[in-house]
């Protein structure tokens, strides 16, 4: 499997619709790959919370259409990050997307942990309150965000679910960077799955975020790391590795301490892992 992550800087300076459009070029672009992966609200800009509301959309809004047509024109699976959702109730989510080579919108997942340390994001979005896989053409897929990375009890629902293929989108400042490396080390080895982490890069509203987008496989060993730059990380990734770490080393069937799945979460109970 080939995966391409987008490291983007976009260029704020733009009003939203280039952006937007600038992006969907460059997916288009990358007709070579299986899976595209953007970073977090890479549109907006994470740390632009007065542009929130502005820049909110439905998922049947146009940001989520132009999406769709570019993964369907370059016939990739596209994980294009997330945008600011305006739900049918009002409230805002910070919502992941997951698009299918037909440009069909397969799967959302709405950020569960909102950042609230020199962050508004908290007081401005509601958290998810759902969490499961989708089965796709590339295996079963579970998708966080950022923030979700000091959570390891959510990856693990997402395996109990029947993950193997876990896709971060995040906008991780600079100076925590060392903790981005670590934790998604972390989160690929514990869970024996792979990790496809797609960091934003560049200032955002004062804040410099801090690239290293990253692919690390099951048994946690970096198979691709980014710059801090604007860029793209590629990588050809074994989806069968997990399969194959979980079989010789079974840590994760040797669990003896069960954690009820909590009232929001989808999952019922451990899959095949």
Not at 198 to 215: F, Q
Request: with cysteine; net charge negative.
């Amino acid at each position: 499997m080939h995966v391409v992550l987008i490291q983007a800087d976009v260029d704020h300076g733009q009003a939203f619709a280039h952006r937007v459009a600038a992006m969907c070029r460059e997916i288009a672009g990358h007709r070579e790959a299986d899976l595209v992966v953007l970073p977090e609200l890479w549109a907006t800009g994470y740390f632009a919370f007065d542009d929130y509301v502005p820049t909110a959309e439905p998922l049947d809004g146009p940001t989520v259409r132009a999406l769709g047509a570019a993964a369907r024109e370059a016939g990739v699976h596209l994980h294009a990050g997330s945008i600011v959702e305006r739900a049918a109730d009002g409230r805002l989510h910070n919502t992941s997307l997951l698009f299918g080579p037909d440009g069909r919108l397969l799967h959302t997942y709405r950020k569960v942990h909102l950042f609230g340390h020199h962050s508004r994001e908290s007081a401005l979005l509601s958290p998810g309150d759902l969490v499961h896989c989708q089965d796709t053409g590339l295996g079963r897929v579970g998708l966080t965000t950022c923030y979700d990375l000091r959570f390891p009890e959510l990856f693990r629902l997402l395996v109990d679910d029947g993950a193997r293929l876990l896709l971060v989108s995040a906008a991780w400042p600079a100076e925590r960077i060392a903790h981005w490396r670590l934790l998604v080390q972390a989160r690929a080895m514990e869970n024996q799955a792979w990790v496809v982490a797609c960091n934003a890069t560049g200032p955002i509203a004062g804040v410099t975020t801090g690239g290293h987008s990253l692919v690390v496989d099951p048994w946690g060993r970096i198979v691709a790391e980014a710059s801090d730059a604007d860029t793209v990380l590629a990588a050809d990734i074994d989806p069968g590795e997990a399969a194959r770490a979980r079989e010789a080393f079974p840590a994760l069937a040797d669990r003896r301490i069960p954690v009820p799945p909590p009232p929001w979460s989808r999952t019922t109970g451990p899959r095949d892992r």
